[in-house]
C-alpha cells in the first residue's frame, strides 16, 4: 500500500454507503499544490482520494518571457490565449521574478480553454473575452476563435510539452503569433508502492488529469478492474494513443467535471449491475417454473 503523507492521505469524510463514490480509492495525480481541488470534490463525494503527484511543474525565467510581459503589458498584443491554469501561475510568477507587477493592456483581449483556466484569469483580476464551450480544448479554442482580419499578434504562453495545435491553426488564418515557453512539466516516476496497488487493483479509478500523467504511467502496469477516467480529449487520444482502455471522459475539463463524470460512472455501474440481478432472477423464476410443469 502506498505509505500515507501529509500530502497522500485523504479519508472519505464521513462518508456513507449511500454517497456517489462511497468505497472508491481515487488516484489524483496533479503536481502538488494543484490537486487539493480535486481531492476535496472527491472527499465530498464520498471516496478516498490518493493524492501522489506523478508530474511536476516549474516556472521558466528567459528574456523571451520576460519581453513577452513588457509587450502584454503595453498592449504589444491583441489577443493572449491560455490553455491551462498552470500558464496563468507561470505568468505570475515570472512577473515577480522580474520584481514588477503582472498586467495585461485593456486593449489586450484574453481568451482562455477551460473553466479552471478562466477562474485563474479571473482570480488575478482579468476579464476573458473568449471561453469555448464545455468540450474545452487547444482545437476547440480554435475552431471558436473569431473571424478578424489577418496580421493581429497573438500571445500563446504555454508549456515545454505543449502541442502547436493552436499556433498552427491561428498561423494558417494568418495571424503573427508568438509562442512563449512559462514553465516546464517534469515527469516523476511512479512510486513503488502506489505501482503495486495499481497492478494488484488496489486503486479504484485513475484520474488523467493531463497527457503529460497518461505519460507518468507509461510502463505502469494497471489492473484491468481499474476504471481510467480522462479530464478531456486531448488527454483521452493520449491515453488511447498509449493503449489505455477509458471507463470515461469528462465533458467539462475541469475538478468539477471529473467528479461528476465518476458520479455518473458509479450510477450507470449501478444500473447495469441491478439490471442483471433482475435478468438473473427472472432466468431463475423461468426455470423453476418449468420445473414445476
Known amino acids: 500500500m502506498v505509505p500515507e503523507t501529509a500530502d ?6 464521513a462518508s456513507s454507503p449511500s ?25 465530498d463525494a464520498g471516496g478516498s482520494p490518493l493524492h501522489v503527484p506523478l508530474i511536476a511543474t516549474t516556472p521558466v525565467t528567459s528574456a ?7 509587450a502584454l503589458a503595453d498592449g504589444g498584443f491583441s489577443w493572449v490565449a491560455l490553455t491551462s491554469a498552470a500558464a496563468v501561475s507561470a505568468l505570475q510568477a515570472a512577473a515577480r521574478a522580474a520584481d514588477r507587477p503582472f498586467r495585461i493592456a485593456p486593449s489586450t483581449r484574453i481568451a482562455a480553454v477551460g473553466t479552471a483556466t478562466a477562474a485563474a484569469l479571473r482570480g488575478a483580476g482579468l476579464p476573458v473575452h473568449l471561453l469555448p464551450g464545455t468540450a474545452g480544448s487547444a482545437a476547440t479554442l480554435a475552431a471558436s476563435w473569431p473571424m478578424e482580419p489577418p496580421g493581429l499578434r497573438v500571445l500563446l504562453p504555454c508549456s515545454d510539452r505543449a502541442t502547436p495545435t493552436l499556433a498552427d491553426a491561428l498561423r494558417a488564418t494568418g495571424h503573427d503569433v508568438t509562442t512563449v515557453v512559462v514553465y516546464r512539466t517534469e515527469i516523476l516516476p511512479v512510486p513503488e508502492p502506489l505501482a503495486r496497488d495499481l497492478a494488484d487493483g488496489r486503486i479504484d479509478v485513475v484520474l488523467l488529469t493531463s497527457p503529460s ?10 489492473a484491468p478492474g481499474t476504471r481510467l477516467v480522462a479530464i478531456g480529449q486531448p488527454t483521452a487520444h493520449a491515453a488511447r494513443a498509449a493503449g489505455r482502455v477509458l471507463a470515461a471522459v469528462a465533458v467539462e475539463p475541469s475538478a468539477r467535471g471529473m467528479v461528476d463524470a465518476l458520479i455518473g460512472l458509479r450510477g450507470a455501474e449501478a444500473d447495469m449491475h441491478h439490471a442483471t440481478a433482475d435478468m438473473r432472477g427472472a432466468a431463475t423464476t423461468s426455470t423453476t417454473g418449468m420445473k414445476e410443469l
Not at 497522500?8 to 469524510?13: D, G
Not at 500523467?213 to 494497471?222: M, S
Open 64 to 70: 523571451p518571457l520576460r519581453a513577452a510581459l513588457d
Open 213 to 222: 500523467t497518461v505519460q507518468a504511467l507509461a510502463g505502469t502496469v494497471i
Open 8 to 13: 497522500t492521505a485523504q479519508p472519505a469524510a
Open 19 to 43: 454517497a456517489p463514490l462511497a468505497g472508491w480509492r481515487v488516484l489524483v495525480a496533479r503536481p502538488a499544490g494543484r490537486g487539493d481541488d480535486l481531492v476535496t470534490l472527491v472527499r
